[in-house]
Nanobody, 121 residues
Framework: QVQVVESGGGLVQAGGSLRLSCAAS????????LGWYRRAPGKQREFLAS???????NYADSVKGRFTISEDNAKNTVHLQMNSLKPEDTAVYYC???????????????WGRGTQVTVSS
C-alpha cells in the first residue's frame, strides 16, 4: 500500500515549537523527494520545504531560519522542526512524496491527509 501519513500537529502558543513527522510507504517505488506544504484558511496551498533523496534542502522564504526539514532515509520519514511559531503559521500541514516508479510504471505524487497546526497569540 502506498501512502503518506503526517503526525505531530497540535495547538501551541506563539513563540513555541512543534515537530511534524511524515512517514511514506511507497512499495516498489523509490522516493525522489519529500516536501512539506500548508494551507491556511482562505488561502492557497503554500510550499514550505523539501528534501531530495540526495539530501539537498529547499525552503520558502517565509519559513527560512525558523523551520528545518530533515529525513530518516532508513524509515522513509521526514520531519519538519518548526520554531518561533507565529499565529499566521496556523494551517493544515501536508506532506508530499515525489516518487519514481519501476520501469513501465511512471512516477507518483503522493499526498497525506494533513495535520492541523494552530498557533495561539
Amino acid at each position: 500500500q502506498v501512502q503518506v501519513v503526517e503526525s505531530g500537529g497540535g495547538l501551541v502558543q506563539a513563540g513555541g515549537s512543534l515537530r511534524l513527522s511524515c512517514a511514506a510507504s511507497v512499495g516498489t517505488f523509490s522516493i525522489n523527494a519529500l516536501g512539506w506544504y500548508r494551507r491556511a484558511p482562505g488561502k492557497q496551498r503554500e510550499f514550505l520545504a523539501s528534501i531530495s533523496s540526495g539530501g539537498s534542502t529547499n525552503y520558502a522564504d517565509s519559513v527560512k531560519g525558523r523551520f528545518t526539514i530533515s529525513e530518516d532515509n532508513a524509515k522513509n520519514t521526514v520531519h519538519l522542526q518548526m520554531n518561533s511559531l507565529k499565529p499566521e503559521d496556523t494551517a493544515v500541514y501536508y506532506c508530499k512524496a515525489d516518487t519514481i516508479g519501476p520501469p513501465g510504471f511512471g512516477n507518483l505524487e503522493l499526498w497525506g491527509r494533513g495535520t492541523q497546526v494552530t498557533v495561539s497569540s
